[in-house]
């Protein structure tokens, strides 16, 4: 009933991303939403708003002038948390060095490793500030981050404390990734093994004892963890009632997506070198296929996810940026969507579904965000344009109207 409600928002294009409505984008056209604390309690065609009319003088009603209402944007895959940067790593990569090469020698992670190990909390949470502030402003009000910058106990916490503070301070959901098993640190030089053990016995542990970590990932690749030592690492997520990502099939094939479906994985991530056999695990398992089209531009590479195989088998495709001081120095979703159809031929719906739906799966959170539907969160944006292939198509231009957070307008 629109009367229970806290406050309408009328006259508007709902691209409600919900599967049950089979038009493109879910769009329904000429709707009212209402909100009731934190949820959405109501859609229904604008006739039953003037039918209503009477009765809801009380009401706030906020008049969309046949403006675009879609979910608000999940970035479901950042390294948000970090100190130092790394613009003479690009420098060296433009010069011929390869991302490869850069980490053999002690470059790459382990040198936002150092930077990081010497930040305090505070001084992390600093830092994220303007890039979380940036993600915001394009309509982000849920936002993943990981640890992995860290590879000490008091570090790893540290980042994922820093995570956590930033809902305190900000309008944003946050889902937070204990990504240990990131790079190997210098003091386990040639102890691989025995470094996994730490990051289950000691790691994964404390980060659950404090409630820091809603999901572990593990970068599965010959540069850093072998499918063994990754699958230590996800039994001990599993154990632990844990998420589980996977940055997976990114420089070469190690199988790794089809390993973490055998976990349940919420999402393997990156997915340049994946085959037919991990397409069809992920289809079994649900696991999100998470593309990260920024490290691939960044990156300078060739090699494309499967995409046409991934719709094939009707895999979920998420769409995040990855942001980071390595491969993907880029605070704009909007962009990585646009990637994603310029580099990877998504489609803008697609693209659209991959900051939305599919990315709320990505977390675990499809119950909860990423559709606009009765009952779940009131996260979400109204745009000033005519139809949502825009958000994927215009780069530059932020066409947001407002910005709506837990039923709240929120000002970025
Ligand atoms: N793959 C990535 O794209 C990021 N981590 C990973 O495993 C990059 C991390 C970095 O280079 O700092
Ligand atoms: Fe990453």
Redesign the pocket.
């Known amino acids: 009933m629109l009367k229970d409600c806290d406050a309408l928002w009328i006259n508007a294009n709902l691209a409600t991303c919900d599967l049950n409505h089979t038009q493109a984008y879910g769009l329904l056209p000429h709707q009212v939403l209402g909100v009731k604390q934190d949820k959405i309690a109501c859609i229904a065609p604008m006739p039953v708003f003037e039918q209503q009319h009477s009765e809801l003088t009380n009401l706030p009603i906020h008049d969309a002038q046949n403006a675009l209402i879609t979910p608000s944007f999940i970035d479901s895959?950042?390294?948000l948390i970090h100190a130092g940067n790394r613009a003479q790593e690009f420098e060296q990569r433009l010069l011929g060095a390869s991302y490869e090469q850069i980490a053999q020698q002690g470059g790459g992670i382990l040198s936002t490793v150092y930077a990081t190990r010497q930040a305090s909390v505070e001084q992390l949470v600093e830092l994220a500030i303007p890039r979380l502030k940036a993600l915001m402003a394009e309509g982000v009000t849920t936002i993943e981050i990981?640890s992995?910058y860290g590879l000490d106990l008091h570090s790893e916490l540290n980042m994922l404390r820093a995570a956590r503070e930033l809902t305190k301070r900000f309008p944003v959901r946050v889902s937070t990734t204990l990504?240990g098993a990131h790079a190997l640190p210098p003091e386990y030089k040639n102890r691989a093994d025995a470094y996994i053990d730490w990051v289950c016995q000691e790691l994964i542990p404390a980060a659950v004892a404090e409630n820091l970590a809603d999901a572990v990932?593990v970068?599965c690749e010959h540069i850093a963890f072998n499918p063994a030592q990754t699958e230590k690492v996800l039994q001990t997520a599993q154990t632990h009632g844990l998420g589980i990502h996977i940055?997976a099939e990114?420089l070469s094939n190690q199988h790794a997506s089809a390993l973490a479906a055998r976990y349940q994985a919420w999402s393997a991530?990156?997915l340049e070198w994946l085959d037919e056999e991990g397409v069809q695990a992920m289809a079994e398992s649900g696991t999100v296929a998470t593309l990260?089209p920024a490290?691939f531009y960044f990156l300078r590479e060739t090699q494309v996810p499967p995409i046409e195989l991934l719709r094939r088998y009707h895999v979920p495709m998420a769409v995040a940026t990855?942001f980071?001081p390595g491969?993907?120095p880029l605070a704009s979703l909007r962009l990585a969507m646009n990637m994603a159809c310029t580099l990877f031929r998504l489609t803008p719906e697609e693209a659209l579904l991959g900051v939305t739906r599919h990315a709320a799966k990505a977390l675990g959170l499809q119950d909860q965000i990423g559709q606009l539907r009765e009952g779940f969160a009131a996260d979400f944006i109204v745009w000033n344009i005519q139809h949502p292939a825009e958000l994927a198509y215009q780069v530059g231009i932020n066409p947001i109207k407002q910005r709506v957070f837990a039923g709240k307008l929120s000002h970025v």
Request: charged content about 20%; cysteine-free; proline content about 0%.
């Open positions: 895959h950042t390294h990981k992995g990504l990932d970068f940055h990114q991530d990156h990260l490290a990855d980071n491969t993907a």
